[in-house]
């Protein structure tokens, strides 16, 4: 399968995933100010980044970038290209900043290595409970890591 092809098929399924198990999550979804969302921003980069000279990308509020019509709305989805973190209206907040946050610390596909730093973030800053991600995430098929696929095989099956 073509590379392109595949990232884009991981991203539809993160989204979808994304979209659904956190929708009933007020503390993740919580709007913040541009304050706190850079300096959760400064605390993730200051523990996290691999870069011995590279500052955090610039934090900002803005219109994002368009994707699609959803029930007659426009939606627009947050973006990170390395340099500058751009949250979009109503993404001002610790699921979106994360998200952006993995991009901005090498990760640039939705790929299985950005799913494990993505839960990484997520159970270290977002007070997330591992195991219910990586089911989650199975369910819907996003990419893994191996180890994660093998991780709570036998709980899965017995569940079924
Ligand atoms: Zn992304």
């Not at 950005?114 to 819907?140: H, R, S, T």
């Amino acid at each position: 399968m073509l590379k392109q092809h595949r990232e884009m098929i991981n991203t539809r399924r993160l989204y979808k995933f994304e979209g659904d198990f956190f929708a009933s999550n007020r503390r993740l979804n919580k709007q913040l100010s541009i304050n706190t969302i850079k300096r959760i921003g400064q605390m993730v980069w200051d523990n996290e980044s691999p870069y011995k000279k590279k500052t955090i990308p610039e934090i900002r509020f803005g219109p994002g970038i368009y994707h699609t019509q959803s029930r007659g709305k426009n939606l627009y989805y947050s973006w990170c290209d390395g340099f500058i973190i751009e949250l979009a209206p109503y993404q001002h907040d610790l699921l979106t900043l994360l998200h952006e946050m993995v991009h901005a610390l090498g990760y640039g596909y939705h790929d299985a290595r950005f799913v494990e730093k993505y839960i990484y973030l997520l159970v270290k800053y977002g007070n997330l409970n591992k195991k219910d991600l990586i089911m989650g995430m199975k369910a819907y098929e996003v990419a893994l890591p191996r180890k994660y696929k093998r991780l709570y095989a036998s709980y899965e099956s017995i569940g079924r």
